[in-house]
């Protein structure tokens, strides 16, 4: 199975935007990336500031479980667009039945 890993938001202003979120959710900007806001109890999804990705969810994998994953998703209804990816691709990228891009992260 998968879960919402973190919800990507397309901003702006990174830095304008980690401020407000930070504070509206009670978040802190993680140590590795200052973009990436957790909650500090570990409850919540991670929120994924980014000034030009969309707004998508991405859902995480359990280790070993992300072609396997993606095949279940395909079979559900989703589509698997035609993508660019970079060489260290560690996601794959899915459209749901109503187009709205999401990305399936793995090992």
């Not at 919800?7 to 590795?32: C, M």
């Not at 559900?76 to 992260?105: H, M, Q, R, S």
């Amino acid at each position: 199975m998968v879960n919402i890993g973190a919800i990507v938001l397309n901003v702006s202003d990174r830095h304008r935007a980690s401020g407000f979120w930070s504070k509206a959710l009670g978040y802190q900007p993680t140590p590795e990336n200052p973009d990436f806001l957790v909650d500090p109890a570990g409850k919540g999804v991670r929120l994924h500031l980014d000034e030009t990705d969309r707004t998508h969810l991405d859902l995480w994998a359990e280790p070993g479980q992300q072609q396997a994953e993606v095949e279940r998703l395909l079979a559900l209804g989703a589509t698997k667009p035609d993508w660019v990816y970079p060489e260290d691709a560690d996601f794959v990228v899915l459209a749901d039945p109503d187009g709205n891009l999401f990305c399936v992260i793995g090992d």
